[in-house]
């Protein structure tokens, strides 16, 4: 039985293309960046020129992108950055109850320092209001960071209005956008954004490496030290060869996202359609339309969502109860949480995300065999609630 | 003209066993590790392999190994974690006055959180005196970190012995081996080690990730937060490619390293014979036995070491004059100084670092031209000074 992967918010494949780039860099030009001789500029050149794909995909210039290890790097990089850069002009910085765990973790390890944190609510469909991020601002705050879009639930969050508030009140303001990056169109100058997150797996390059945009002017304190790399920014060797990959899979994603988004929000739509359609008291998480064009997240009343993940797994499915970061967590996800859902609901959730190699052919092959593996599941569990009077606004 | 690469300390080619290895982990085995399903766990197990491989070559468990972005990562991660973790036991760190700058940096920017920083001195041929450990040691020292080998003079330092004296006081000692690690036998228990630093770049294996040691009952604070992965010491999605080709590369590494040895060492000393006998007033810089068997070092009076790289890179040969984090860099290198040797002399320095696909031919062809270089260079400088009146110990 052939497989069918439906998990692209956990990870992408290595587009092929990405790879052919990436592998002159190990065979050939594998110097080190920073060496003065021609193996070292060889190497420099590759990383040069994907900085420049990747400013392109976000309208930035080139010197604002500094490439780190991971998304989480770039996220620890942003926050702890911006709280020892800033230390003295304030020590509050405001996030929102749904941002991944990588923003959630970093601001309690900042806590350490004194640093004091608002968790801004969602409503019902996730969403964060920029007058909430205006109301909380106080002039002992440094830092917003609100993510773009929502591992878990894929809401895209309104930040181009969440920037212009901050830039109105003079704060710098951090978005977390790691489920975005060549999924959906971003505009940095345009979404009023001084430090942006994203890592190269969430678009089709490889593991090991992210960038954090930087705005020209905003100067914040490095995270990783020891030598000059990334003009002094980040510290260590460069991942040469999956910079480049990264580079290429920025390329190709700002030629091709129209066509992608297309194609995933119609497989999207299909799934959504199909699953509250066939299946009673299934909810979906997240806002209706503003959200990933990849992704459909439910929760279904009366089942653990791991074991339809697992049932599923045996047909041939990969799909994910939310985030990959904290499967095998048995706590109810903080972001289905954050919605307002009871914890018996929040557990009871799936995650379904598309990539440009999917097809309608599989969309269905999904359709017939998740109703069935609910029911069967939804028979062997005692209960069964009535989820319309258990969830907010349904 | 075939290129001829000698800079092995800055980085080494990927071995193409290595990078045959880590393919399928691009092109079949592309999932989350953190997945549950099919695809995650195909991804998971090709790092615990990495995992047992790395551990292996180390003595150690493969639970004590953590899997970074970089040597340099590791570094920071063992530094602040330590300080962060004992914070109430003790704020004194002791290292030497020739760690690599990952160390000295991350040294410093602890010192804006308290810490405070013992660099021991170094005699003229770069060693730290265990004793000199000794008695640094107060009821404030809460580390001691000294590198296993100096990247810019390829000393060898007696860690085995500073690690005694740590455990005899009941402080964690941590040491940078990335130059050591694949290329020198390590063996973390008779060595006395508490955390060990690592980079696979160095040994054959891809850039971009690196590892950190940490004895089973060592408890220190994560450095990249935000996920549960390398069982909760360090978030990101793992670089699995990467994971699977510095496993590789260990593995390799175990299995070559008396023929490497042999080979690289036969070559180092033909490099040293053959430029000390045919040049006057040139200084082999570091131990003149207890040194990387694949490194020579030198000051050539009267010469900047940046022109006699440029040069050489002209003539087809790639070396470099220290560090190559701080290529570029008009400052003398703080090793050099450490030695006791004066600027003019430390902005001399030619370091050549030989691997495993070097050949005895290479080596006679750069003797060839090494000592025309000089020539030319030193009858276009206008001083010349008499090394031996200059320099310690000499």
């Given at each position: 039985m052939e497989r069918v992967y439906f998990d692209h918010a956990a990870t992408t494949p290595t587009r092929p293309e990405v790879l052919q780039a990436m592998l002159p860099y190990y065979t050939e030009h594998w110097g080190n960046p920073s060496s003065l001789h021609l193996e070292g500029v060889a190497a420099l050149e590759g990383v040069e020129r994907a900085r420049t794909h990747l400013a392109t995909l976000l309208g930035?210039?080139?010197?604002e992108i500094v490439f780190t290890g991971s998304g989480t790097e770039a996220d620890n990089h942003a926050l702890a950055g911006v709280a020892h850069a800033l230390g003295d002009k304030g020590d509050h910085i405001i996030t929102s109850a749904i941002e991944h765990h990588a923003i959630h973790d970093t601001v309690e390890h900042l806590g350490r320092v004194g640093v004091r944190a608002t968790h801004l609510p969602v409503d019902e469909a996730g969403l964060v209001d920029p007058d909430a991020v205006r109301s909380a601002i106080t002039d002992r705050t440094i830092l917003v960071s609100v993510m773009?879009?929502?591992?878990?639930?894929g809401t895209i969050e309104p930040i181009a209005e969440i920037g212009a508030v901050c830039r109105e009140r003079g704060v710098l303001f951090h978005t977390d956008a790691v489920q975005t990056v060549g999924h959906v169109p971003i505009d940095v100058r345009r979404m009023n954004i001084d430090l942006l997150s994203l890592s190269a797996h969430k678009l089709y390059g490889p593991k090991g490496v992210g960038a954090l945009f930087m705005r020209d002017g905003v100067t914040i304190t490095s995270y990783v030290h020891g030598g000059g790399q990334e003009s002094g920014r980040r510290a260590s060797t460069e991942n040469v060869a999956g910079i480049v990959g990264l580079g290429e899979a920025a390329r190709l994603a700002g030629e091709e996202m129209e066509q992608e988004t297309a194609h995933t929000s119609g497989l999207r739509d299909q799934i959504i359609g199909g699953i509250l359609g066939a299946i009673p008291d299934v909810l979906l998480t997240g806002h209706p339309t503003q959200r990933l064009p990849n992704s459909a997240s439910f929760c279904v009343a009366g089942i653990e969502g791991e074991a339809l993940l697992l049932d599923l797994d045996q047909e041939g499915f990969a799909v994910s109860t939310g985030s990959a970061c904290t499967s095998g967590v048995s706590e109810p996800s903080h972001v289905l949480l954050a919605l307002g859902l009871p914890p018996d609901i929040a557990r009871s959730s799936i995650r379904i995300t598309v990539g440009r190699g999917n097809t309608a052919e599989e969309v269905d092959r999904l359709l017939e065999v998740f109703p069935r593996i609910v029911k069967r599941l939804r028979d062997m569990s005692a209960h069964r609630p009535a989820l319309a009077e258990r969830v907010p606004h349904d």
């Open positions: 930035a210039d080139s010197d773009h879009a929502n591992n878990e639930m």
